[in-house]
């Protein structure tokens, strides 16, 4: 009986790792991509001098989790 216990909390572990491991992983890539195109707009405003925008995305960069 405590093996079918034992077995039965590890399928349980499996298939919430298994759920959580594709949502981990877009919200890294949605994460990454965030921070391309802001590294992409620091770029563009240090080209057009904008000491505005680069401080604003610099913020907007450090903020991101």
């Given at each position: 009986?405590?093996?079918?216990?034992s077995?039965?909390?590890?399928?349980?572990?499996?298939?919430?790792?298994?759920?959580?491991?594709?949502e981990?992983?877009?919200?890294?890539?949605?994460?990454?991509?965030?921070?391309?195109?802001i590294?992409?707009?620091?770029?563009k405003?240090?080209?057009?001098k904008?000491?505005?925008?680069?401080?604003?995305?610099?913020?907007?960069?450090?903020s991101?989790p």
């Open positions: 009986m405590e093996n079918n216990v077995n039965e909390v590890k399928r349980m572990e499996t298939n919430i790792s298994d759920e959580m491991l594709p981990l992983f877009l919200n890294q890539a949605i994460k990454d991509f965030k921070k391309s195109k590294v992409e707009e620091i770029d405003s240090l080209k057009n904008d000491k505005e925008a680069f401080l604003c995305l610099t913020e907007e960069l450090k991101l």
